[in-house]
C-alpha cells in the first residue's frame, strides 16, 4: 500500500516563496509524480508532473518560470518549490503518484494515489 504526505503549505505573502514537499511510503515502485490543486471555486487542476527519475517535468502555464518540481528518489520525496507567489495560487495542494517509467501524466484520472492535501495562502 502506498501513502502520500505532503507537507509545507502555509500562509505568505503575494511574491513569496513555499517549498511544497510529498513523501511516499510503501511500495518502491517507479512512481511518476503529480502536483494538483483544488479551490472551492475551481475543479482541481493539473500543476507540474516529474518522471519517476526526474528527467522531465510538465507545468500548467500559469505557474511556468516560477515553480519547479524535483524529486530525491533516495528519500522517496518530490518537491515543488514555488516563488513568485501570487493570490491566485490560493489552493489545496495535491500530490498524486502512478506507476509509470515513461512520462508524467497531466490528468488526475491517470493517477492512482493521493495525498491528503497541504493549503497554499498567499495574501495580496
Known amino acids: 500500500q502506498v501513502q502520500l504526505v505532503e507537507s509545507g503549505g502555509g500562509l505568505v505573502q503575494a511574491g513569496g516563496s513555499l517549498r511544497l514537499s510529498c513523501a511516499v511510503s510503501?511500495?518502491?515502485?517507479?512512481?511518476?509524480m503529480g502536483w494538483f490543486r483544488q479551490t472551492p471555486r475551481k475543479e482541481r487542476e493539473f500543476v507540474s508532473a516529474i518522471t519517476w527519475n526526474g528527467a522531465s517535468g510538465k507545468y500548467v502555464d500559469s505557474v511556468k518560470g516560477r515553480f519547479t518540481i524535483f524529486r530525491d528518489n533516495d528519500k522517496n520525496t518530490v518537491y515543488l518549490q514555488m516563488n513568485s507567489l501570487k493570490p491566485e495560487d490560493t489552493a489545496i495542494y495535491y500530490c498524486a503518484a502512478v506507476i509509470d517509467t515513461f512520462g508524467a501524466p497531466e490528468t488526475e484520472d491517470e493517477y492512482d494515489y493521493w495525498g491528503q492535501g497541504t493549503q497554499v495562502t498567499v495574501s495580496s
Open positions: 510503501g511500495d518502491t515502485f517507479p512512481y511518476a
